[in-house]
T-cell receptor, first 115, second 112 residues
Framework: GAVVSQHPSWVICKSGTSVKIECRSL??????MFWYRQFPKQSLMLMAT?????????EQGVEKDKFLINHASLTLSTLTVTSAHPEDSSFYIC???????????FGSGTRLTVV | GESVGLHLPTLSVQEGDNSIINCAYS??????FIWYKQESGKGPQFIID?????DKRQGQRVTVLLNKTVKHLSLQIAATQPGDSAVYFC???????????FGDGTTLTVKP
């Protein structure tokens, strides 16, 4: 079946630094990937839609200059949290539409802790 | 704005019993619904989906019911097992749009 891989699974960084999270579709091509954020004991909130070869589409309230998205190939999208602050600490999850009609496949998530 | 909500935040059942998790949605344009299971520290796992042209769909030990009249769907888990303990989310979608709007989540705890 469709597999989406995220890396790293967890990261701790200092306040003010930038962190890059990778999302890869391992066995299918994904022209569109989605990035979600999930705070503890809360639901997933869509941050942005990542489109291969074009600019990402951000949801209302999400700072595009802070959360940089690059979708340079059909199998890789990256999310860079720039100048991270403790309030950016969260669980970041990507998903991709797989090759089947019901293929909303999620990655395993990245736990970001900013100290 | 659109929202998808769950009626109960927690559900505790005895092993072997059936579980029913409910969900309400508000966007009448949504035509595709998915139930996800999320275990601690992991991404959501697809359980079962249903298109709006259906009222019921069955999988292995799970059944999803959709009532478009009242914008309600439910997930039924038969013979609930300890491994079913997790947070369950319903999500509404526009078919093939790719992105999901998630509900708040119900924590299911299965007691042995």
């Amino acid at each position: 079946g469709a597999v989406v891989s995220q890396h790293p699974s967890w990261v701790i960084c200092k306040s003010g630094t930038s962190v890059k999270i990778e999302c890869r579709s391992l066995d299918f091509q994904a022209t569109t990937m989605f990035w979600y954020r999930q705070f503890p004991k809360q639901s997933l909130m869509l941050m942005a839609t990542s489109n291969e070869g074009s600019k990402a589409t951000y949801e209302q309230g999400v700072e595009k200059d802070k959360f940089l998205i690059n979708h340079a190939s059909l199998t890789l999208s990256t999310l860079t949290v720039t100048s991270a602050h403790p309030e950016d600490s969260s669980f970041y999850i990507c998903s991709a539409t797989g090759p089947t009609d019901n293929g909303y496949t999620f990655g395993s998530g990245t736990r970001l802790t900013v100290v | 704005g659109e929202s998808v909500g769950l009626h109960l935040p927690t559900l505790s059942v005895q092993e072997g019993d059936n579980s029913i998790i409910n969900c309400a949605y508000s966007n009448s344009a949504s035509d595709y619904f998915i139930w996800y299971k999320q275990e601690s520290g992991k991404g959501p796992q697809f359980i079962i989906d249903i298109r709006s042209n259906m009222d019921k769909r069955q999988g292995q030990r799970v059944t999803v019911l959709l009532n478009k009249t009242v914008k309600h769907l439910s997930l039924q888990i038969a013979a609930t097992q300890p491994g079913d303990s997790a947070v369950y989310f319903c999500a509404e979608n526009i078919w093939r749009a790719g992105k999901s709007t998630f509900g708040d989540g119900t924590t299911l705890t299965v007691k042995p």
